[in-house]
C-alpha cells in the first residue's frame, strides 16, 4: 500500500475517474470507461501501479491535460490494455485536422480503439448549459465531440497514416467526465445523464450569509479533496472576490452535500 501524500490523492483520483459516471451518454459509440473499469476489476492493484507512474511524472497546469495523463496512466498500467498512440496529429499535407487523443488496443480482442476524451462542468440556464467560461457550452462540446473529434479516425488522410504503420482503427468510444450545475441545485429540466454528478450555482446577489471553502481547480473533478486547513472565507469577502475576478468560482459549503460555482452578476454574459 503507498502511504505518501501525493500518491494517496493520485489513487482518490484514479478512483474517482474509473467509477465517475458519464458526463454524456457515448451511444452509438463505445464507452471506454467500461473497459477500464474491466481492467480495475481484474486486477484491484491497477489504480497504485497507475499513481505511482504519475508520481515520477510533471503534472500539467491545464485540469484537461492533466484528466488526459490520469488516462493514459490507467491505460499503460493495466495488463488487458495497450496505449498505441496519442495525441496523433491529423494532417492533409501541411494543414493538421486534428488530434486522435489516443489509440488504445485491447489485448484479448486484438481491437484498436480510437478513444476521444472530454472533462467539462457545465452550468445550467434557462436556455442553454454553459462553462465557467461562458464561450464554452455543453451543446456546442457535443456537437463537435460527436461530429468532428470522434470522427477523425474515418478520414481519408487518418486512414491512410495509419495505414503506413500498419494499423487500422476497429472502433470508437467516448471517456466523458464532470458535473452539471443546476441553479440553486433544483433543475428545470430533465438531466442530460441520468447518473450523472451533480452541483448547484448561485448568483453572488443570492448568497446566504454563511462561510465558504474555495475549490482549487485542480480539485474540481473531485472537490472533496480540497485541503481542509484552507481558510474559509465570509460571504462578503467571497462576493468581492467573485465580482472583481469576473468569473464563476467553485465552492464547497458546509451546508450542502454538493459542490457549487458562485458566479458574478454578469455572468454569462460577459
Known amino acids: 500500500m503507498i502511504n505518501t501524500p501525493v ?3 493520485l489513487v482518490q483520483q484514479l478512483a474517482w475517474l474509473i467509477q465517475a459516471p458519464p458526463l454524456l451518454s457515448c451511444s452509438p459509440f463505445e464507452d471506454a470507461g467500461k473497459l477500464l473499469k474491466r481492467e480495475w476489476h481484474r486486477d484491484p492493484t491497477l489504480i497504485h501501479r497507475a499513481a505511482d507512474w504519475l508520481q ?7 485540469l484537461g491535460i492533466t484528466f488526459e495523463q490520469w488516462v493514459a496512466a490507467l491505460v499503460s498500467a493495466s495488463n488487458g490494455l495497450e496505449l498505441v ?8 499535407g501541411q494543414t493538421t485536422l486534428g488530434e486522435l487523443d489516443m489509440l488504445v488496443r485491447d489485448r484479448g480482442s486484438g481491437k484498436l480503439w480510437h478513444w476521444e476524451l472530454a472533462l ?27 461530429e468532428h473529434q470522434i470522427l ?15 494499423l487500422q482503427v476497429d472502433g470508437r468510444a467516448l471517456l466523458t467526465r464532470g458535473r452539471l ?17 451533480r452541483g448547484w450555482w448561485l448568483p453572488t446577489h443570492s448568497l446566504p450569509l454563511q462561510r465558504w471553502q474555495v475549490v482549487d481547480k485542480k480539485n474540481w473533478p473531485l472537490p472533496s479533496m480540497s485541503d481542509k486547513s484552507t481558510t474559509f472565507i465570509d460571504t462578503p469577502e467571497l462576493i468581492d ?3 472583481t475576478q469576473s468569473r464563476p468560482l467553485m465552492v464547497i459549503s458546509s451546508l450542502r452535500p454538493e459542490p457549487g460555482f458562485i458566479v458574478p452578476v454578469s455572468w454569462p454574459n460577459a
Open 7 to 9: 500518491s494517496g490523492a
Open 181 to 197: 450545475f443546476y441553479r440553486n441545485g433544483h433543475p428545470d429540466y430533465p438531466p442530460r445523464h441520468p447518473q450523472h454528478e
Open 120 to 146: 467539462k462542468f457545465y452550468l445550467g440556464t434557462a436556455d442553454n448549459w454553459y462553462g465557467p467560461n461562458s464561450h464554452d457550452t455543453l451543446s456546442r462540446k457535443s456537437q463537435h465531440l460527436f
Open 241 to 243: 472576490y467573485v465580482e
Open 56 to 62: 515520477d511524472t510533471v503534472s500539467p497546469q491545464r
Open 85 to 92: 498512440d496519442r495525441n496523433l496529429a491529423v494532417r492533409d
Open 152 to 166: 477523425r479516425s474515418t478520414l481519408p488522410q487518418c486512414r491512410e497514416m495509419l495505414a503506413n504503420r500498419g
